[in-house]
T-cell receptor, first 116, second 115 residues
Framework: GAVVSQHPSRVICKSGTSVKIECRSL??????MFWYRQFPKQSLMLMAT?????????EQGVEKDKFLINHASLTLSTLTVTSAHPEDSSFYIC????????????FGEGSWLTVV | AQTVTQSQPEMSVQEAETVTLSCTYD???????LFWYKQPPSRQMILVIR??????QNATENRFSVNFQKAAKSFSLKISDSQLGDTAMYFC????????????FGKGTKLTVNP
């Protein structure tokens, strides 16, 4: 089946720095991708919808200046956590819509972010 | 607003038995899809089954089947012949297309299959 690759799987950064997470569809074009944050023992919280070639649509309460999303190509979306703080530590996961396979949605492996 | 509700935080079932996980949803869109995803401890999201809202026939995938009641906005998952490997978090989700696409999840049900 289709594959979505997310990188890095784990990252540790210092407070105040920025970190970029990549979400790549490997064998299909993904004009629409979603970014989620998942706290321990909780569900996936939708942060934003990323559309190729246009600005991301952020959910209410998500700081767009802190969580920068760029979807510059048909196979790559990136999430940049700017000026990271310890409270940004979390599991971040992306998904991509394969419109050509009946709107099946595939997920990346997720990224663990630890801010120290 | 688009919402998904899973009212069973935890469930358990004996191996080889059948279990049903509940899900209700709400959306104002006419074109939508419903999904059940499984999330084991590895955190990888695994698609279990999907249902197109315009199809009346309930989707089935081997031991997994759904009971899709569109008027009631209900989308339950039935797991037959439960296996130890089915132990995981199960999330119900709705995907809408319209002015903006969204994939929204319920809070999840933790399923434990006991030997």
């Amino acid at each position: 089946g289709a594959v979505v690759s997310q990188h890095p799987s784990r990252v540790i950064c210092k407070s105040g720095t920025s970190v970029k997470i990549e979400c790549r569809s490997l064998d299909f074009q993904a004009t629409t991708m979603f970014w989620y944050r998942q706290f321990p023992k909780q569900s996936l919280m939708l942060m934003a919808t990323s559309n190729e070639g246009s600005k991301a649509t952020y959910e209410q309460g998500v700081e767009k200046d802190k969580f920068l999303i760029n979807h510059a190509s048909l196979t790559l979306s990136t999430l940049t956590v700017t000026s990271a703080h310890p409270e940004d530590s979390s599991f971040y996961i992306c998904s991509a819509v394969d419109w050509d396979s009946g709107n099946t949605i595939y997920f990346g492996e997720g990224s663990w972010l630890t801010v120290v | 607003a688009q919402t998904v509700t899973q009212s069973q935080p935890e469930m358990s079932v004996q191996e080889a038995e059948t279990v049903t996980l509940s899900c209700t949803y709400d959306t104002s869109e006419s074109n939508y899809y419903l999904f059940w995803y499984k999330q084991p401890p590895s955190r990888q999201m695994i698609l279990v089954i999907r249902q197109e809202a315009y199809k009346q026939q309930n989707a089935t995938e081997n031991r997994f089947s759904v009971n899709f009641q569109k008027a009631a906005k209900s989308f339950s998952l039935k797991i037959s012949d439960s296996q130890l490997g089915d132990t995981a978090m199960y999330f119900c989700a709705s995907f809408t297309q319209g002015g903006s696409e969204k994939l929204v999840f319920g809070k999840g049900t933790k399923l434990t299959v006991n030997p």
